[in-house]
């Protein structure tokens, strides 16, 4: 089951009706409450589940406190655990707060209710080091890391709960100086960038009369890895398969088919190797594929991963999987599957993995214990 924090911006949108052009500060809040106006972001929350009360049981839930999140979850009767209770009123020193807790609990999607100001509150405290998705709350939402309603987010959401094609990409976060916009003059400013999920299409440079050509789709894979990885530095370890021969080959290695093989830094091969090889590397980077009927991603078929090996690994961003969008959908929307040997690993391995499936392009899926 994936986990999902949220994260509510309890003043997001109070200045947009009665006219402020923001919510930013403490005077344009008191300023906006004497004018009669009214937060958003607890309105589209309640509006996410309406259009899909399922997920309430499908997914792990975490909030903040209070009207960050926790007090709509309750009233919808949404279970959640809490994770920080906000000082009274909420600050933007809370909402960093929240973020990084729940990215020190592992949540596979922080999910948050605000606008560009939200936005760089979470940048600020955890960058891209976990998928973000805004429901657009504010006034301000000049930042591309924004669903376009509450029901788009629930659609990311159930197309996540059922393995659904949802490609990863980093989206812009951008804010405008409030006052200035006040003042009559506009544009706005780049921030950073969050790491961010949207839904996806089967297919796009590799149809062929509608459909995925996988000699193409392949070749896709092989660019998008050299784009990746071409100039690193560090080991990097290459699973069995014949995609990743190909991206073997593409590095200039003659590799094996069924064995892991590894470019060192120097440019050296190492083929066929151990797992007590590949203890022996530090800062490696791993490029994995799957086995296709069961899934299964770590385990059974490559032991030579071991887990002394993979603790060395962060997998979000030291391991990369490699497949088609042909091959994922064959899976029907069963997760890939660990099974490392060691039960604590696999749990903590648990959550979504980026899937490198062509030249810049990226999809989420999820990856579970076997």
Request: charged share 20%.
């Amino acid at each position: 089951m994936l986990n999902i924090g949220v994260l509510v911006n309890p003043v997001a949108g109070i200045g947009g009706a009665v006219g402020l052009k923001g919510s930013d500060g403490a005077d344009i809040q008191a300023e906006a409450r004497r004018r009669g106006g009214l937060p958003r972001g607890a309105e589209r929350l309640r509006s996410l589940f309406a259009s899909a009360p399922e997920l309430a049981t499908q997914l792990r839930w975490f909030s903040a406190g209070g009207e960050m999140g926790a007090n709509v979850l309750a009233a919808m009767g949404v279970a959640a655990e809490c994770v920080h209770e906000p000082g009274t009123p909420p600050s933007p020193e809370d909402t960093q707060a929240v973020a990084r807790i729940l990215r020190e609990r592992g949540v596979d999607l922080l999910l948050f209710f605000g606008g560009d100001g939200t936005a760089r509150d979470i940048l600020d405290a955890v960058q891209d080091s976990v998928p973000v998705l805004g429901v657009p709350s504010g006034v301000k939402m000049h930042s591309g890391v924004f669903a376009t309603s509450p029901r788009a987010a629930a659609e990311v959401l159930q197309r996540l709960v059922a393995g659904g094609l949802v490609a990863a990409r980093l989206a812009d976060v951008r804010d405008v100086d409030e006052q200035a916009l006040r003042d009559g003059r506009t544009g706005s400013r780049f921030y950073g960038e969050l790491r961010v999920p949207e839904l996806t299409g089967f297919v796009q440079h590799t149809k062929v009369s509608g459909r995925e050509d996988e000699g193409l789709a392949v070749e896709e894979v092989v660019q998008g890895a050299v784009s990746e990885f071409d100039g690193c530095t560090a080991p990097l370890v290459f699973g069995p398969g014949g995609t990743l021969l190909a991206v073997k080959q593409a590095f200039g290695g003659n590799g094996t088919l069924l064995g892991f093989d590894v470019r060192m830094a120097d440019g050296s091969w190492l083929l066929d190797v151990t797992g007590q090889t590949l203890e022996t590397l530090t800062h490696a980077k791993l490029l994995l594929g799957f086995g296709g009927g069961q899934g299964i991603l770590i385990g059974r078929g490559n032991q030579q991963l071991t887990p002394a090996f993979l603790r060395t690994l962060n997998p979000l961003q030291d391991v990369r999987i490699l497949a088609t969008r042909s091959k994922i959908a064959s899976l029907e929307g069963r997760p890939l599957l660990l099974d490392t040997g060691d039960a604590a690993l696999d749990g903590a391995w648990a959550g979504l993995w980026e899937v490198l499936v062509g030249y810049d392009d990226r999809l989420f899926y999820q990856v579970t214990h076997a």
